[in-house]
Structure formats: C-alpha cells, structure tokens
C-alpha cells in the first residue's frame, strides 16, 4: 500500500510540474536568477525549452542557459546550450562572444578565435573582439596580428584603456619596456584604483631593472587589494632579485595561501635561484 501510495504522489508531482507553462516556466527562471538559485534557475528554462522546443524565444532561454551553466562550472553543458541558440540565430553577436569567452574558459583558443573573427565580420568595429582577440593571438606570440588588433581598437577608440593595456602587454613581452611602462601609465591616470594595472607596471619596472619604482607600484597593489595573490608574487620576484630570497619564499607562502598554486610558487622560486 505504501508502494502504491508513493506513485499516486509521485506521479501527482509528476503531472502538476509538466502542466507548468512555458511563461511560467520562464517567470520562475528569472525568480531564481534574482536570487541567484542557478540549480533552480537552469531546472526551469530546461522546463520551459521542453514545453515549447520550437518557440522562436528559444535562442534567447540557451543563451541565458549557457550563461547560468557556466556560472555553475558546466562547461560542457554551457558549449551545447550556447551552439544550439547559434543555430537558431547564427548572427547573433552576442551568442559568438559568449561562446568565444566560454571557449578562452576551456582554453580552446582556436575555436575561441574562429568565434571572434564571425563577429569581426558582422560588425567590424565591435572592441571587445578586438581587444580579446588580440589577447589571443599575443597568448600564441602571434605579434604582428595582436599589434593589428590593438591599433585598429585605439583607431576606433582613442580613448581605449583595452588597447593601451594591450599594446603595453605586447611591448613588455617585446622588451620594450619604457613604452610598456608608458602605457601603464596612461591607463593608470584613468583608472588609478585597479590592482592589475599597477601589477603589470610594476612587473615591466622589475624587468627593466628600476626595483624602486616597483616598490612603488607592489605597495599601492597592496593598499589596493591585500587579497590578491599576485601582489605577493610579484613582491617575491622583487625579493629574489635582491638575493632575499627567505623573505620572497615567506611571500610565495602568503601567495599559496590565498590560492596561488604551489607549484608555480615552487617552479618561481627555483626557476630566479638557477638564474642568479
């Protein structure tokens, strides 16, 4: 009896959920993004994606879907949701961006690129694809078409601070490192409260040799965002050109804690210490 008692209810469940609509389904899919239930939020564009797997709304629930599976770590379920929308709507911008960033995430930058240049296409002047794209093709030392994207980013807008930050990231790497610290520099008079900027400023200061002025740019990070890993790291870098290397291991120790890896701590570490 029990057994039978559990179906009727079961079952019951079963129907009250399926007679959902599909404006309902997607009323409850926005409740649980207000107050960030994902698992919730995913069970009910699912549901209304069931209801109705014609609608012409659809690309638009995949893609919330895909952006609500990634914030869960699904990537792979995020890859399939955003691919179907884009069958739907092949020329949405939107959709080849977030697949683009999901695929960077994925570390399949290949695909990643193949996405930004189909938004390149549609719109030439879009800057966030011009930005990332760049970043790409500097991560595969690709630096004459990065410097293409990052100049043709400043042409569209002079004021970009995304391809300053660019260009300073392909000179330092260049061994440029005046021109990168310049860059820096601009940006920073615009945005003088982002960690990052100082980061990467203070990183070109330690290459090309100028360790008080790195100081400098560690200490403000630090005033900035004692949190942040990469602060430490850094400040061990500039410990260890000054043969301290106790004090940057007691650095790369902090860095660990607050989720560096320690690996790369250790492979830092070893790595200035083989050089010296």
């Known amino acids: ?4 008692l559990f179906i009727v209810f079961f079952m019951a469940g079963f129907l009250s959920v399926s007679a959902q609509t ?9 409740e649980c993004i207000e107050s ?3 698992t919730g ?3 009910a564009l699912i549901g209304a994606l069931r209801v109705q797997p014609a609608n012409p709304q659809n690309a638009l629930l995949l893609s919330n879907l895909g952006t609500i599976q990634r914030k869960m770590g699904k990537n792979d379920e995020a890859l399939k949701s955003y691919t179907n929308a884009l069958m739907i709507t092949p020329r949405s911008v939107t959709l080849l961006m977030n697949r683009a960033a999901l695929f960077s995430e994925m570390e399949k930058f290949d695909d990643a690129l193949k996405d930004y240049n189909q938004v390149l296409m549609l719109d030439d002047k879009e800057e966030d694809a011009l930005y990332l794209r760049g970043l790409i093709r500097l991560e ?4 004459t078409a990065c410097r293409k994207d990052f100049e043709q980013l400043l042409k569209i807008n002079p004021k970009s ?3 300053r930050i660019g260009l300073a990231a392909l000179m330092k790497l260049r061994g440029y490192y005046t021109e990168a610290i310049d860059l820096y ?6 945005n003088p409260e982002q960690t990052s900027l100082y980061l990467n400023r203070g990183e070109a200061y330690l290459l090309n040799r100028r360790l008080n002025k790195a100081d400098e740019d560690v200490a403000k990070a630090l005033e ?10 850094l400040r061990a870098k500039l410990k260890l050109a000054r043969y301290e290397k106790e004090d940057a291991s007691r650095d790369l120790d902090r860095a660990v804690s607050l989720g560096f890896d320690r690996k790369d701590a250790d492979i830092l570490l070893n790595k200035e210490q083989s050089e010296k």
């Open 22 to 30: 599909y404006n309902e389904w997607i009323d409850k899919s926005f």
């Open 185 to 190: 520099t601009q940006v920073i008079r615009v």
């Open 161 to 163: 601070s995304n391809a």
């Open 140 to 143: 595969k030392n690709d630096t």
């Open 1 to 4: 009896m029990k057994c039978i």
């Open 224 to 233: 900035l965002d004692p949190k942040d890993p990469l602060v430490y790291v």
């Open 36 to 38: 960030e239930d994902w």
């Open 41 to 43: 939020a995913e069970k």
